[in-house]
């Protein structure tokens, strides 16, 4: 392959090929025609880069963001902490320039201990990597795109007396657990006293684009 040479096709179709102008149109038509009226001020560009990990301007509709998600992220992570990632793609989709410590983005689902974990309590390999986040756990930021069951275990843990991280995003996928998951995270803090920020999406809607892309957003303040 070293002798290769790539060759540009002939253009054939009128597109955008800028990455920048791409970005720019992108966000210019999400505010367009999303309604984000009732997303809190400083939480725009947050919805704004969910909605175009989706590809769903009525992704706007179905967020719940806690008023504040945005500030308690942002300053978690200025302080250095971590992301905790439920997947590899979401941690994956993390972009790191953007990250303002270097900060780690974790996921231990390939963890060797996962497994026997996972058969031991009888639940997804994804929430059993949950219960590893435990010494890193507090202050960080969390991000659950996948696993309805890695939500519901964090919740559990927390509830339990574990560390409590600075913020949640919430967003796993999905026809079981998925819409009930995320319910209970909007609802942790009637349900259970501890209020922590999350955002999430209501719903079957989630995923891993979604998710890291909140994470980005998150990152930075510049779009």
Request: net charge negative.
């Amino acid at each position: 392959m070293t002798d290769f040479t790539p060759r540009q096709p002939h253009r054939q179709f009128d597109y955008v090929d800028t990455g920048a102008a791409i970005y720019v149109d992108s966000f210019a038509t999400i505010r367009r025609e999303a309604d984000l009226s009732r997303v809190p001020a400083d939480a725009e560009k947050l919805a704004v880069r969910m909605i175009h990990g989706s590809g769903q301007v009525d992704l706007a509709d179905d967020l719940v963001i806690h008023p504040q998600m945005v500030s308690a992220a942002r300053a978690a992570l200025e302080a250095g902490a971590p992301m905790l990632c439920d997947a590899t793609m979401v941690a994956t989709g993390v972009t790191r320039s953007r990250l303002p410590k270097d900060n780690e983005v974790l996921c231990y689902l390939n963890d060797l201990r996962v497994p026997a974990l996972a058969q031991e309590w009888g639940t997804t390999r994804t929430a059993a990597a949950v219960s590893l986040w435990e010494p890193v756990l507090d202050g960080a930021v969390v991000a659950i795109g996948n696993a309805p069951t890695a939500l519901f275990h964090l919740l559990e843990l927390i509830a339990d007396g574990g560390p409590r991280p600075a913020a949640i995003v919430g967003c796993p996928v999905g026809f079981i657990g998925a819409a009930e998951s995320k319910d209970a995270l909007a609802a942790f803090a009637t349900t259970h006293g501890i209020d922590i920020p999350f955002v999430t999406v209501r719903g079957r809607r989630g995923g891993s684009a979604m998710t890291s892309s909140a994470l980005n957003a998150l990152a930075q303040e510049i779009e």
